[in-house]
Nanobody, 119 residues
Framework: QVQLVESGGGLVQPGGSLRLSCAASGSIFSIYAMGWYRQAPGKQRELVARITTGGSRNYADSVKGRFTISISRENDKYTMYLQMDSLKPEDTAVYFC???????????WGQGTQVTVSS
C-alpha cells in the first residue's frame, strides 16, 4: 500500500504562483510514476503533469511553460511537487496527486487540494 498526503492549495490572484506537494510513503519501492490531475466543476478529471521515477516528464498543453513537476526521494518517502506559475482563472480546480505502482490496486489517489485563481 501507498499512503499520500497532499498540501499547498489555496487562493491566488491571476498571474500568481503556488506550489503543491504530495508525499508518498509505504510501499514506495513499487512506485514508478507520479502525477497531478485536476478536476474543475462540471468537467472530467484531466492530467496536468506526470513524472516517472526515472525523471521523464510530460505536461498538458494548457500548462506547458507555466507548471513544473519534480520529484525527490528521502529514505522511505517520495515527495512530488508541482510549481505553478502565471496562474490563470481556468487553472481553478481540485488538484489530485496520483501514484502508479506495481502493487495492487496499482493506482493510488490523494484526497485532493483546492486551487482557486481569482481576483
Amino acid at each position: 500500500q501507498v499512503q499520500l498526503v497532499e498540501s499547498g492549495g489555496g487562493l491566488v490572484q491571476p498571474g500568481g504562483s503556488l506550489r503543491l506537494s504530495c508525499a508518498a510513503s509505504g510501499s514506495i519501492f513499487s512506485i514508478y510514476a507520479m502525477g497531478w490531475y485536476r478536476q474543475a466543476p462540471g468537467k472530467q478529471r484531466e492530467l496536468v503533469a506526470r513524472i516517472t521515477t526515472g525523471g521523464s516528464r510530460n505536461y498538458a498543453d494548457s500548462v506547458k511553460g507555466r507548471f513544473t513537476i519534480s520529484i525527490s526521494r528521502e529514505n522511505d518517502k517520495y515527495t512530488m511537487y508541482l510549481q505553478m506559475d502565471s496562474l490563470k482563472p481556468e487553472d481553478t480546480a481540485v488538484y489530485f496527486c496520483k501514484v502508479q505502482a506495481t502493487v495492487s490496486p496499482y493506482d493510488f489517489w490523494g484526497q485532493g487540494t483546492q486551487v482557486t485563481v481569482s481576483s
